[in-house]
């Protein structure tokens, strides 16, 4: 059970990465500090996103991602069986090249103590994100499994196993980040099947964050969540987390057209910007969303990540969709807190 | 000391180097020289650059550091074409002692006119020069009976090369067809070119476009949305014949090129090719130089030999003391002075002819609080001078710089921004000779400092890709090629 106010809010996933901390992990690369002191420093700076969220007033709380030179490499750095060539990326926030040569073996992938450090940090409901299989299958170089779909479907069956540990951790949100759907549409059908099979028996809320992408804070693709319907509707998720911010509110129809039963994390922060929007622009997206989603299905969020924003950018955004959040609370009748139970999984 | 030869004119070098080294060794024998100043003094003959530029024979630059406190003559500079047969010496001592003069404030040169106090180069006079050139363009190719392009290498634009145009047409059909097949094809297909020129370019690519978008059957064309983009409004007009019959798709738009951004923020990811040649080698620029582990910002100044403005006094009837006064008049538009605007723009001709820069380096203690382009940070370019040669002279590129990451954030996912310019490609190329400014006609030259360039875009997520201009054989230009990383 989460405890939670009607149109709870949270940032997408990771918080604006400081330019020391990018410097500092270079310096660990040309072996300047160690990884004892480097490992200090990424506590230390996690520790400053939690209470930074806390401040601002959110009231879902993630660990910020600060730890992650991307949303790949983190985790395919975990997987056995994976080969990373490390002399094969010149600048912090791109990937390495990956190839898989044989069958991948069942392992832990040691997100659990990451997860930790955030649950023990903040007293407010948490939410742990996880890149997706076909993220992760799209930047692995495959020379054994048949198919893109049947290397994803055992990168989900690798990592089900890390779910179902996070969740016994006391993980109660876990947020899967796709930002590729939307760059090969035409997957969409095998993408969901590994989504599936990703988060079966996971006893967790599950949402799915789908964007046009946020390499460097620019978009990797335009156009409309269209394509994903009606393939996603089979997704097994409780929620699906969209960017409206940036694109405008036009796709929300898809919502009023295909009457999906997921909730809906509505971006209404645009991230790819330096501007900061006030509370009535936020509190006129939401107003917008209400349209087509009644409130206790919504969750206010940014568009995507922060990593790419100026840390006082990224404060006053999340200050700026907290108050949005609060006049259109207000408006729907006062309802400042709700209980909502953990839906069933359909 | 370090003598730099440079290879433009082999022939004479040998006996020119032997005249500087003989020269050298006088002044420091007759106390002209300290033993520690020779010891640490560069000597760099021929500095490569075009023919019409801003250099006297010898320039000697002495060093300041962070306090202001001057320093001795650390770089003496010989144009060797310009040496008249038994003038070295005392072109060197003249040299020595204007620069002795300028260490001591308050001290005003006597044998020429400054047009403005040390500053960058980027805030120089010269620059307003050029800009009263693209606004008064037609006043100046009326009067010298020949169009800009003419003045080019070559005699007309790369930019206007036939299959170079036609192969981008394709090239460009090619990549609309890959989006259509993922469904991507946006509904409207914007393109941006900065600085239109004669608009000669962009009418020979949209006739192939279309051309191919008929015979291949796709209707591509009709989505196109052309923006034109320049600063002078007058090029704009210009440009307007050259791309009639397509002139339903096309938008012409007064735009500051070293920031397209704030003009078209509203089509931010939205546009599918940017392109522009010879524009950054026309921006603004500033230079530093790296010696002895330490980085120095060059200061210049315009100024006119005092011998020219005798001369152009004499030819334009009037008197020394307001030759100033007329060139002021000059860079606010006036190009009407002295009784007719053929006259006003044939002293304008005069004085860029005569104009000329001195300099002098001024040492950056912290590099955090040097005033760095957009784009470019002391971290960024620590890291690229940890790769770089220990002494030498590099373009800053400012005004390439700003217009570049000012423009990326345009560019449409899937799209990409093409330049056609001249570009040093990487740093260490500046070990082989620092190209200088030069004049072009009425305007200002510089080389493209393109490794920083890269360096910028890559960190920001693009891929950066220079390729050799293959279209003239001789020509400089090559052609910089820019996407987001996948």
């Known amino acids: ?346 | 000391m370090i003598l730099k030869l440079n290879h433009l004119q082999e022939k004479v070098a040998a006996s020119a180097a032997q005249d500087v080294v003989a020269t050298i060794y006088s002044l420091l024998e007759e106390g002209h020289i300290g033993k520690e100043q020779f010891a640490r003094l560069q000597i760099e003959l021929d500095w490569i650059q075009y023919k019409q530029n801003f250099r006297d024979v010898v320039i000697a630059t002495e060093g300041y550091n962070a306090q202001g406190e001057p320093a001795p003559i650390m770089d003496i500079h010989i144009d060797t074409r310009q040496v008249q047969p038994g003038c070295l010496r005392v072109e060197m001592l003249n040299a020595f002692a204007r620069a002795k003069a300028r260490a001591n404030p308050g001290t005003e040169p006597v044998d020429r006119l400054p047009l403005e106090g040390f500053q960058s180069m980027r805030s120089s006079v010269v620059w307003e020069f050029n800009k009263l050139y693209w606004n008064k363009l037609k006043d100046w190719q009326d009067a010298t009976g020949k169009r800009y392009e003419q003045s080019l290498p070559g005699g007309q634009s790369d930019g206007h090369q036939p299959q170079a145009i036609a192969d981008s047409a394709d090239e460009f059909w090619n990549r609309m067809r890959n989006l259509e097949a993922r469904n991507q094809l946006p509904s409207e297909i914007f393109l941006l070119e900065i600085g239109v020129g004669t608009g000669t370019r962009m009418g020979l690519w949209l006739d192939k476009f279309r051309e191919l978008d008929r015979e291949r059957g796709t209707a591509f064309y009709p989505k196109l949305r052309i923006l034109l983009g320049d600063y002078a409004l007058g090029t704009l007009d210009m440009s307007r014949p050259a791309v009639n019959e397509h002139v339903d798709l096309c938008s012409f738009l007064v735009l500051d090129a070293q920031n397209p951004l704030k003009t078209l923020s509203f089509l931010r990811y939205k546009i599918m090719y940017v392109h522009s040649t010879n524009v950054y080698d026309n921006l603004p620029d500033e230079e530093v130089v790296r010696r002895d582990g330490r980085l120095y910002f060059v200061q210049v100044r315009a100024y006119i030999p005092m011998s020219e403005v005798v001369r152009l006094a004499a030819e334009f009837g009037t008197a020394p003391e307001t030759i100033r006064q007329s060139v002021d008049r000059l860079l606010e538009g006036r190009v009407d002075q002295f009784g007719s605007r053929a006259r006003g723009v044939d002293f304008w001709r005069e004085v860029w002819k005569a104009v000329r820069l001195e300099e002098r380096l001024v040492q950056l203690e912290d590099l955090p609080e040097f005033p760095f382009p957009e784009g470019l940070d002391a971290a960024k370019l620590e890291d690229m001078l940890e790769q770089a040669p220990s002494d030498f002279r590099f373009h800053l590129s400012s005004g390439a710089l700003e217009s570049f990451v000012r423009t990326l954030p345009l560019l449409h996912p899937r799209g990409f921004l093409e330049v056609q310019d001249i570009f040093v490609q990487r740093l260490d190329d500046y070990r082989l000779g620092f190209y200088g400014p030069g004049k072009l006609d009425g305007s200002l030259l510089n080389w493209v400092n393109g490794a920083i360039l890269k360096e910028v875009a890559e960190r920001a997520g693009y891929d950066v890709h220079f390729a050799p201009f293959q279209y003239r054989k001789g020509s400089k230009t090559s052609v910089l090629y820019t996407t987001r990383r996948d």
């Open chain 1, 1 to 346: 059970m989460m405890n939670l106010p009607i149109l709870p809010t949270a940032i997408v996933g990771s918080y604006a990465m400081p330019g020391w901390l990018e410097r500092l992990k270079t310096d660990y690369f040309s072996r300047r500090i160690s990884r004892h002191d480097l490992d200090e420093i990424y506590d230390a700076a996690t520790k400053a996103a939690i209470k930074d969220q806390e401040i601002a007033g959110l009231d879902i709380i993630t660990d910020g991602e600060l730890r992650r030179d991307n949303n790949v490499d983190y985790f395919l750095e975990r997987f056995p069986g994976v080969q990373i060539d490390r002399s094969s990326k010149k600048f912090y926030y791109d990937f390495y090249d990956s190839i898989v040569r044989g069958k991948l073996p069942m392992a832990s992938l040691g997100l659990v103590s990451d997860f930790r450090l955030l649950r023990d940090f903040t007293q407010r409901e948490t939410k742990f994100n996880i890149t997706g299989p076909h993220c992760l299958a799209k930047r692995i170089r495959n020379q054994h499994y048949p198919s893109e779909e049947a290397l994803a479907m055992d990168l989900a069956r690798v990592m089900n196993l890390e779910l179902k540990a996070l969740a016994k951790a006391g993980a109660r949100l876990l947020q899967i980040d796709e930002p590729y759907y939307s760059g090969f549409p035409e997957d969409i059908n095998w993408a969901v099947r590994s989504l599936n099979a990703l988060v079966d028996g996971v006893d967790a809320k599950i949402a799915v964050h789908i964007c046009y992408g946020n390499r460097y804070g620019k978009p990797s693709w335009e156009g409309s969540y269209r394509y994903l319907f009606p393939a996603i509707l089979d997704a097994k998720v409780h929620q699906l987390t969209l960017e409206f911010a940036r694109r405008g509110g036009e796709d929300l129809d898809l919502f009023t057209e295909f009457k999906p039963s997921f909730e809906l994390g509505v971006g209404v922060i645009d991230v790819k910007s330096h501007e900061v929007e006030t509370p009535e622009m936020v509190a006129e997206h939401i107003r917008r969303t209400l349209e087509v989603v009644p409130p206790e299905k919504i969750y206010v969020l940014t568009d995507c990540g922060c990593v790419h924003l100026p840390r006082d950018l990224a404060f006053a955004k999340m200050q700026a969709m907290v108050q949005g959040t609060q006049i259109v609370r207000k408006e729907i009748g006062g309802r400042a807190a709700t209980v909502i139970d953990r839906p069933v999984r359909a």
